[in-house]
């Protein structure tokens, strides 16, 4: 990616290759797929960039994905876990824009550009609060490139989020095969038993008690970090030991309906299930019940279940949601990424978690004399960097020195976080989280997988974050919603379905799947507007003879207007403040 990004300051072309089939069901090899899968997503992230800097360079003022900010300059370069370029907002419209807008998040890309054209990426390394305050941010370059302190520039920010494809293609690029390959890169049908639940009597008391009344106990993080630790957690299961293939005890089952029963037996029995959930039908509720079926029978599957379940979601908050309701089932919960908003998740954060062993003392003594022993050269050559005058370029050997000891020091810390994950029941991470954290993973080897909104996310970033330990995949969502988000709409236009989830390639491709057909959600009469996606969707008894709200004389209300929607500035969604206005007004009027 880095080196397509450094091609585009000399060279305006297409990279991908115009014949890509994105439609296909199977591959010739293995790096066929692959292949394809790394540069269409590089694609997808390029094509608007090389765009807009086209656009840029002929003179033009308008862009669809950059966000100007005139008259920055360099006050300083800083070293400590990164090497940071200290960047100041001289203009002061562009100081409040950016603080007030929340942009520039980490991980952003940028580029800045002098008055003779000459161009420097970089990314968003440090966001300070209080140097939000002052107009600051620091900014790590990509690659040994000198910029001076005194030119001003100006900077663009690429509002296609950088950090989500950089891993995604680092991972994408080094793999060499994929889990249930003749699945995904062969096109097979069949799938075969689950061989962790293969001819395995279990405990399905879970089916018969809602485990998820109980109000979750919300510890303190050094109780948190007790519970995972904890060696020995084998639990009795012999509350309701039954065989999965019974039908008698599926049938005397009546709090769920049959096609959820069909979807929790296939979860358990088959290495790879799909499990399509229209709106209201408790896609997310499956999802946990599942989870909660196979801890429940933790001491059944002995070693064949020696890692968390690795729980996937696309959005952090539907992650913080399914892991929230888990705290009702167990306290042995680790939640990866700092974009929770959760606060019962707080502690049950691998950050803090880390920084909690590391204040009180018990950190592994060997990993600590490592860690100890890299800091100290680290120490040395920052010094070294930090002699260097900001004018001056840095030495490639000294930049080559600080690159090695940075890349062991991330492989000690990442050794001392498998230490906390190891022994949880459950390791949650968004998509994003998971390739950022693939190192990670692959040492702790999962084998057990739950994906939510399937549906909605990139084949390519699914892909890239699957561990190659997964030996039985779960699959929820449903293609029939949302598709994943594209960046390039050019691409979209020019190979048509390079937007489809690999959840809704499966589908498509023939592979067997379970539909929820029972809705809790809706009235009758709004149910019937999905009705046509979803024939045969059932409303549950709970929904039917709902008293009507007051001041309402209908369920279904269309409004038709004419005002014009606004585009945010450096946003790139739309507004309508007439609809806005108008929801407060009927809120105010049910109120």
């Keep these: 990616l880095l080196q397509e990004i450094y091609k585009m300051r000399f060279v305006v072309e297409d990279i991908l290759n115009s014949t890509i089939d994105t439609g296909k069901v199977k591959w010739n090899s293995d790096g066929e797929y692959l292949d394809r899968q790394f540069k269409l997503l590089?694609?997808?992230?390029?094509?608007?960039?090389?765009?807009?800097?086209?656009?840029?360079?002929?003179?033009?003022?308008?862009?669809?994905?950059?966000?100007?900010?005139?008259?920055?300059?360099?006050?300083?370069?800083?070293?400590?876990?990164?090497?940071?370029?200290?960047?100041?907002?001289?203009?002061?419209?562009?100081?409040?824009?950016?603080?007030?807008?929340?942009r520039l998040t980490l991980g952003s890309l940028i580029f800045l550009i002098d008055s003779y054209n000459n161009i420097t990426f970089g990314y968003v390394a440090e966001r300070i609060a209080d140097d939000l305050q002052a107009g600051l941010i620091g900014i790590e370059l990509l690659g040994n490139e000198y910029i001076s302190s005194n030119t001003a520039y100006d900077m663009y920010e690429y509002t296609v989020y950088y950090e989500a494809y950089k891993h995604t293609l680092d991972n994408l690029s080094q793999l060499k095969t994929v889990p249930f390959r003749d699945i995904i890169i062969d096109g097979s049908t069949n799938i075969n038993d689950s061989h962790l639940f293969k001819q395995l009597k279990l405990d399905l008391s879970p089916m018969k008690y809602n485990h998820f009344k109980r109000e979750p106990n919300l510890l303190?993080?050094?109780?948190?970090?007790?519970?995972?630790?904890?060696?020995?957690?084998?639990?009795?299961?012999?509350?309701?030991?039954?065989?999965?293939?019974?039908?008698?005890?599926?049938?005397?089952?009546?709090?769920?309906?049959?096609?959820?029963?069909?979807?929790?037996?296939?979860?358990?029995?088959?290495?790879?299930?799909?499990?399509?959930?229209?709106?209201?039908?408790?896609?997310?509720?499956?999802?946990?019940?599942?989870?909660?079926?196979?801890?429940?029978?933790?001491?059944?599957?002995?070693?064949?279940?020696?890692?968390?379940?690795?729980?996937?979601?696309?959005?952090n908050t539907a992650l913080d949601q399914f892991l929230e309701n888990m705290l009702q089932i167990t306290d042995d919960i680790v939640r990866i990424g700092g974009r929770s908003k959760s606060s019962k998740l707080e502690n049950h954060n691998l950050s803090n978690l880390r920084n909690y062993i590391r204040e009180n003392q018990m950190r592994n003594q060997k990993l600590y004399e490592q860690e100890k022993e890299v800091l100290s050269k680290l120490f040395s050559t920052k010094g070294d960097v930090n002699k260097i005058h900001l004018r001056e370029s840095l030495p490639k050997n000294l930049l080559n020195e600080y690159s090695s000891l940075i890349s062991q020091l991330k492989k000690i810390r990442t050794n001392e976080e498998v230490s906390i994950c190891r022994n949880a029941d459950i390791l949650g991470l968004t998509v994003t989280g998971a390739a950022k954290n693939r190192a990670?993973?692959?040492?702790?080897?999962?084998?057990?997988?739950?994906?939510?909104?399937?549906?909605?996310?990139?084949?390519?970033?699914?892909?890239?974050?699957?561990?190659?330990?997964?030996?039985?995949?779960?699959?929820?969502?449903?293609?029939?919603?949302?598709?994943?988000?594209?960046?390039?709409?050019?691409?979209?236009?020019?190979?048509?379905?390079?937007?489809?989830?690999?959840?809704?390639?499966?589908?498509?491709?023939?592979?067997?799947?379970?539909?929820?057909?029972?809705?809790?959600?809706?009235?009758?009469?709004?149910?019937?507007?999905?009705?046509?996606?979803?024939?045969?969707?059932?409303?549950?008894?709970?929904?039917?003879?709902?008293?009507?709200?007051?001041?309402?004389?209908?369920?279904?209300?269309?409004?038709?207007?004419?005002?014009?929607?606004?585009?945010?500035?450096?946003?790139?969604?739309?507004?309508?403040?007439?609809?806005?206005?108008?929801?407060?007004?009927?809120?105010?009027?049910?109120?």
């Design 440 to 591: 990670l993973l692959d040492i702790l080897k999962p084998s057990i997988v739950i994906v939510e909104e399937a549906g909605e996310i990139l084949e390519s970033h699914l892909i890239a974050s699957l561990p190659a330990s997964c030996k039985h995949l779960v699959m929820i969502g449903d293609h029939l919603q949302l598709r994943p988000t594209m960046a390039s709409y050019e691409l979209l236009q020019s190979q048509p379905n390079c937007d489809m989830s690999l959840f809704e390639r499966l589908v498509m491709g023939g592979v067997e799947f379970v539909r929820l057909n029972t809705q809790h959600r809706m009235d009758p009469r709004i149910a019937e507007l999905i009705t046509p996606t979803y024939p045969g969707l059932i409303n549950h008894h709970s929904v039917l003879n709902r008293a009507p709200i007051p001041g309402l004389n209908r369920n279904v209300t269309f409004l038709n207007h004419d005002m014009a929607e606004e585009s945010n500035l450096g946003n790139r969604s739309k507004s309508n403040l007439y609809e806005a206005n108008m929801i407060i007004g009927f809120a105010e009027l049910l109120l």
């Design 220 to 315: 303190e993080l050094s109780e948190v970090y007790s519970s995972i630790m904890k060696k020995d957690k084998s639990v009795s299961s012999n509350e309701c030991i039954e065989d999965v293939n019974d039908a008698c005890f599926w049938e005397n089952i009546e709090t769920y309906d049959e096609s959820q029963k069909d979807a929790i037996k296939k979860a358990l029995k088959i290495e790879l299930s799909l499990i399509q959930g229209p709106p209201g039908t408790g896609k997310s509720f499956i999802g946990s019940k599942i989870v909660d079926l196979i801890l429940k029978n933790q001491s059944i599957l002995n070693k064949k279940l020696e890692t968390p379940i690795l729980v996937i979601c696309y959005t």
């Design 42 to 102: 590089r694609e997808d992230f390029l094509k608007p960039l090389r765009k807009d800097l086209k656009f840029l360079l002929e003179g033009k003022k308008q862009f669809d994905n950059l966000i100007k900010y005139e008259n920055v300059s360099v006050i300083s370069r800083s070293v400590e876990n990164k090497i940071i370029h200290k960047i100041a907002f001289n203009n002061i419209k562009d100081r409040i824009q950016y603080w007030l807008n929340s």
